[in-house]
């Protein structure tokens, strides 16, 4: 089928392949469907795990007419092999595709910064406590996204002359017997402060970390990555994780397929994602001075900043000077206390948008906003669009 016949159809027939079992998926998924609100005529075929996308899935796609593929999973070489010679259009993950394919007209590829990933763990725990020493605990399969985590987070962790190590997953690529992880982490000097690849493997580790009765996090702190609520809101404490996939993410990757498959000029073969931010939960609770000091900030700001309290609230409930508070919050959230306020007060906003019916003005209200038209002219510019239109939107209409 030529790229011509492609434009003329009336709908698009796209595969994505995806990991539903997790938030990663399910947030990428619902940036897919969220461009497709935008009047795109697309007919979508889900493949939720790896052993479902097979030759015969590809051979069978050929023939029905397909038009693209989404790539989120990790395939095997000969898989990948069929797909580029497929000469249909795909948009894919850099970490999950092999070095055998080519970037090119018809394969453009997402990079998500892992590094950066692992350098902003690393900081994170840099400043939650005066730690012996560090550790990283990698995915058991050994994939390219786990590597580079790793390395990002120990070049940071040695450039701050300090030590890290490494555990080594057993041979048969699980995490379930926990006996090895439990000795690893046993054997640390600590405090120490541990890294996973993922909120899954923190878990494992978290579950390893009771079997040998170290206490998190005064013993040990550890951070995830995924910001899977699931995982980290449902063990005990609760997991501190790197959030780095948006709903934006998978709007752009659908975007870029639409412009390949119909021939518009698309972005450079290899697209950079660099969005990446902390959630704070218990498992890294601060322990320095200067961390307990903004541990206290923080939840102050997220318990009552809908209250329409201000900085000179936050000054006198901390009992600090303000140019103490503004230095720790430039050092710890690279922010003013003020953007901390409005950060949280827009957070909430957006929450009730999208989860009730209320009035925006009742909603304005709630949230510590006292001037409607000023923040309609703020969430435009933040947004991009109206209150109204942006919960339509959420709401798919």
Known sequence: MTMKQRKTKKAFDVIVAVRMYNAVGRTRLEGILRFLRHGRNWRIKLIETEDRFTAQTIAGAIKDGIDGFIVFQSLSPNIWRDLIASRIPIVSLESVCPPMATRGRL??????????????????????????????????????????????FIAEIRANKKECRVFTPPKDGSLDNASALVAWVSGLPHPAALFAANDLVATHAIAALHAANLDIPRQVAI????????????????????????????????SELEKMMTGASARKDLIPWNFKEIVRRESTSFTTPAAQLMRRALQYINRHA???????????????????????FREFESKSVAQALDDRRFAELVRLLKDTDAPISQIAADCGFGNLSNLTRRFRKRYGKTMREWRLEMRGK
């Open 107 to 152: 394969l453009h590829l997402v990079r998500v910064d892992d590094e950066g990933i692992g350098a902003l763990a690393a900081r994170h725990l840099l400043n939650a406590g005066d730690f012996r020493t560090f550790g990283f605990i990698p995915s058991p399969q050994d994939e390219n996204w786990s590597r580079r985590r790793l390395a990002g």
């Open 306 to 328: 809908a209250e329409g309290v201000r900085v000179r609230d936050v000054v006198r409930h901390l009992g600090v000077s303000q140019r103490l508070l503004e230095l720790r």
């Open 223 to 254: 951070l995830g990555v995924d910001n899977d609520e699931i995982l980290c809101q449902n063990v005990e404490p609760s997991l501190t994780s790197i959030r780095f996939v948006t709903e934006k993410e998978g709007e752009l990757v659908a």
